[in-house]
């Protein structure tokens, strides 16, 4: 079975910086897109930014410069780092891995249990 681990969220002021974390586990042989999403109080669930297992990043256009995201690939972990922080980033982030191969298995779509992201004066 195959579970994610998000860390990092938090409260923090317009302007400043956080930097989420998402650990994947389950004797993982490889995994190819790894993303975050964010789903704000009442509204739909949203890309932020995704990377594959070559490195070529995809970037939702209102935090394109601002927000970055990376990947280990050697520890199954995928990192936003996000500056410049709004308050329309408020958000409850998740993690995803969209194709993961591991145990001889092949599965897709894997979410983690989300972390609250709060930017607020």
């Known amino acids: 079975q195959v579970q994610l681990v998000e860390s990092g969220g938090g409260l923090v002021q317009p302007g400043g910086s956080l930097r989420l974390s998402c650990a994947a586990s389950?004797?993982?042989?490889?995994?190819?897109?790894m993303g975050w999403y964010r789903q704000p109080h009442g509204k739909q669930r949203e890309l932020v930014a995704a990377?594959?297992?070559?490195?070529?990043?995809n970037y939702n256009d209102s935090v394109k410069g601002r927000f970055t995201i990376s990947r280990d690939n050697a520890k199954n972990t995928v990192y936003l780092q996000m500056n410049s922080l709004k308050p329309e980033d408020t958000a409850v982030y998740y993690c995803n891995a969209a194709e993961v191969y591991y145990g001889g298995s092949r599965g897709y779509d894997y979410w983690g249990q989300g972390t609250q992201v709060t930017v607020s004066s």
């Open positions: 990377i594959t297992s070559g490195g070529v990043t």
């Open positions: 389950g004797s993982i042989f490889s995994i190819n897109s």
